[in-house]
């Protein structure tokens, strides 16, 4: 299945972060809301999964958004965190295997929740 990942750094001192997955047929918007000014603490997680055209598909509940439990937040970070490390940037690690650990993680998270 191929994708693009698009990866909006936080801003200076800003609590947000923003990941984008584009497939063929829908993209995947990540928002990470952090603890302080600095990406190292998760405070909450939202996913929300659209159509290319931006209409928002709804869960099996209706709502149309899907909330990372805070059990999934450590294995979520360590795969997050890679995006930042020093191999990743300047590609001394295989960054098609570290991109494919993330999208399996959030996939395998919304489908159970979302009808697909």
């Known amino acids: 299945m191929k994708f693009t990942l698009e990866i909006t750094k936080p801003e200076i001192g800003s609590k947000l972060g923003f990941k984008t997955i584009y497939f063929n047929a829908f993209k995947i918007n990540i928002i990470e809301r952090y603890s302080n000014s600095t990406p190292s603490k998760f405070y909450h997680i939202v996913v929300k999964l659209r159509t290319i055209n931006d209409e928002i598909i709804n869960t099996k509940t209706g709502s149309g958004r899907l909330m990372i439990k805070e ?3 450590l294995p979520y970070s360590h795969l997050a965190k890679a995006f ?6 300047n590609h001394n690690v295989d960054r098609n295997k570290i991109e494919d ?4 993680f959030v996939l395998s998270r919304m489908a159970v929740h979302y009808q697909l």
């Open 84 to 89: 930042t490390s020093y191999d990743y940037r």
């Open 101 to 104: 650990d993330f999208i399996n």
């Open 71 to 73: 059990s999934d937040f």
